[in-house]
């Protein structure tokens, strides 16, 4: 870490946070610019300058940037962020540049469950798609002449954790890039960038703006040429985001450590409380001392996310919980204010039992939260 990393990073996260991206302050001018709504810009004379065309660039873009830049890689001005429409627009702004017919991939088994659909996608172009589990690493095995190793830790919805550094070491020993999916530990729980991968991607939909009413997403990196393929697909695909919703997402970014923490330390209680209740199995949560992934996730982890997942008995005993529960929505999605939880399997796709519960927790009342969810348990019990 350079001087001015170290410097930036010295300060506290919620320092950080309630001054991220905000340009030097202007006599008259409010701290966050508001958003600039453009489909073009004036531009007398030659091509110059840094907007030229709303799908180009814009300056509410560019500050959200630079915030989560600072959030991502303090203090370290190499790293180039680039905001997309979605998440999903961001991962696929790194996949489909990347890759090349002929290439092989290495996904994780137990990811985001779009994935299948974009193994399918790439595998119609010709790229050679292999998984393999999060857990104990499992995508080392598959390693071998890949192109680009995908990791997302921890996993959406089985809460695995892998070593990144230890994946990034043998990926770039073979010359191969490493993406993480940095979306359920946000910025301020791990910095995949400082574990040496190069690209942190992530969906912004989730905690990072935390307030279930937009839709964002991005990619942090440091490889110049790497980040130029990525902007140069965003241009071409026109996954753009709003400058509307990049000014939320900005201003909601002011209370992300407010809101981490909070939401992080309840995940941490409702885990806790959920553990003592013979009717939940496979309880999942990184930062549960005895959970599988504890070990891991606490040396590359600085904060451990606001997901906890579960298995009731039965697929009718999880739909009586959800129906019970009423400071708890039932609905896809996590990281927001409002807590939600879904079973899963209604889904399809994900390799989990029919009463397998992820739960997203929010902003409540640790004490009123922990009621509702043990009043459901009580009143869902036939
Ligand atoms: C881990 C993970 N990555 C990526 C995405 C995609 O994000 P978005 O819905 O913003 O496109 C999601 C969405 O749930 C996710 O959970």
Same mark, same amino acid.
């Given at each position: 870490m350079t001087d001015s990393a170290k410097d930036e990073d010295r300060k506290g996260d919620g320092t950080r946070a309630v001054r991220a991206g905000l340009p030097e302050p202007v006599k008259h001018e409010p701290a966050l610019p508001g958003p600039v709504f453009a489909a073009h810009f004036h531009l007398?004379?030659?091509?110059?300058?840094?907007?030229?065309y709303g799908r180009d660039g814009n300056p509410t873009w560019t500050l959200l940037e630079r915030a989560i830049g600072e959030l991502e890689a303090? !203090?370290?001005?190499?790293v180039e962020t680039l905001v997309f429409a979605s998440g999903m627009a961001a991962m696929s702004s790194v996949l489909f540049s990347q890759l090349r017919a002929g290439d092989a991939v290495v996904l994780p088994s137990?990811?985001?469950?779009?994935l299948p659909l974009v193994r399918a996608q790439l595998e119609a172009y010709g790229v050679e798609v292999r998984t393999a589990p999060t857990g104990g690493d499992g995508q080392l095995e598959v390693?071998?002449? %890949?192109r680009l190793l995908w990791i997302e830790?921890?996993?959406?919805?089985?809460l695995d954790v892998c070593d990144i550094r230890r994946l990034v070491t043998a990926a770039h020993a073979q010359g191969a890039l490493v993406a993480v999916d940095n979306t359920l530990a946000t910025p301020l729980g791990q910095r995949p960038l400082e574990l040496g991968a190069d690209f942190s991607v %992530?969906? !912004?939909?989730?905690?990072?703006?935390?307030?279930?009413?937009l839709l964002l997403g991005y990619v942090a990196g440091r490889d110049a040429e790497a980040m130029a393929a990525v902007r140069s697909w965003r241009k071409i695909v026109g996954a753009i985001a709003g400058p509307l919703e990049a000014w939320l997402a900005h201003r909601s970014i002011a209370t992300l450590q407010l809101r981490v923490d909070r939401q992080n330390a309840t995940a941490l209680a409702v885990a806790e409380a959920l553990k003592r209740?013979?009717?939940?199995?496979?309880l999942r949560y990184p930062?549960?001392?005895?959970?599988?992934?504890?070990k891991i996730a606490a040396q590359q982890m600085r904060r451990y996310g606001c997901v906890v997942s579960f298995t009731l008995p039965t697929r009718a005993r999880a739909e009586r919980f959800l129906q019970a529960l009423?400071?708890?929505?039932? %609905?896809?999605?996590?990281?927001?204010?409002r807590s939600t939880a879904e079973?899963?399997?209604?889904?399809?796709?994900? %390799?989990?039992?029919?009463?397998f519960i992820r739960m997203s927790v929010g902003a409540e009342d640790p004490e009123d939260l922990i009621a509702d969810v043990l009043r459901a348990l009580d009143e869902s019990a036939e």
């Open positions: 007398p004379g030659d091509v110059t300058g840094p907007y030229v303090p !203090g370290q001005g190499d137990d990811g985001y469950q779009v390693l071998d002449g %890949a830790s921890p996993s959406n919805p089985g %992530a969906s !912004g939909t989730k905690q990072l703006t935390g307030h279930g009413d209740r013979g009717e939940v199995s496979g930062g549960l001392p005895d959970d599988p992934s504890h009423r400071l708890v929505e039932d %609905a896809t999605s996590f990281g927001g204010v079973r899963r399997l209604r889904w399809g796709g994900d %390799a989990v039992p029919e009463g």
